[in-house]
C-alpha cells in the first residue's frame, strides 16, 4: 500500500506540473489572456500539493509532526500556499467565470 500511495503522490504532482507548464505555454505563445490557466494551476497545485504532504505525514508517522522536521515544515507552509493570491474558492470562481465566457463567444 505505501507504493501505491507513492505512486498517486507522484501521480499528482506530475499532473499539476504539466498545468503549470500549459499555463506558462500558453503566456509564452502570445494569448491575450491567460487568467484560467494560471487559476487552474494555481487550484490544482495548491490543493495537490496539500494532499501530497498529508499523505507524506501518514507515511512517515509520528516524524511527520516532529517540529522542525522538514515535512512538518511544508504542512505548516502548504496552508499559507493556500490563501496566497486569493484562496481556492476563488480560484474556483475564476475558472468558471472563464469557462464561462469562452462557452458564449
Do not use: F, N
Not at 36 to 50: I, W
Amino acid at each position: 500500500m505505501v507504493q501505491a500511495m507513492i505512486a498517486e503522490m507522484a501521480l499528482k504532482i506530475d499532473a499539476a506540473a504539466l498545468l503549470i507548464y500549459c499555463a506558462a505555454w500558453t503566456k509564452d505563445s502570445g494569448a491575450a489572456r491567460v487568467t484560467r490557466e494560471a487559476a487552474m494551476a494555481k487550484l490544482y497545485a495548491t490543493d495537490t500539493a496539500q494532499e501530497v504532504i498529508d499523505a507524506a505525514v501518514q507515511l512517515h508517522g509520528g516524524w511527520g509532526v516532529v517540529h522542525g522536521h522538514p515535512i512538518e515544515c511544508l504542512y505548516r507552509d502548504i496552508r499559507a500556499l493556500r490563501i496566497y493570491e486569493g484562496a481556492s474558492e476563488v480560484q474556483k470562481v475564476i475558472i468558471a467565470r472563464q469557462t464561462l465566457a469562452q462557452e458564449t463567444t
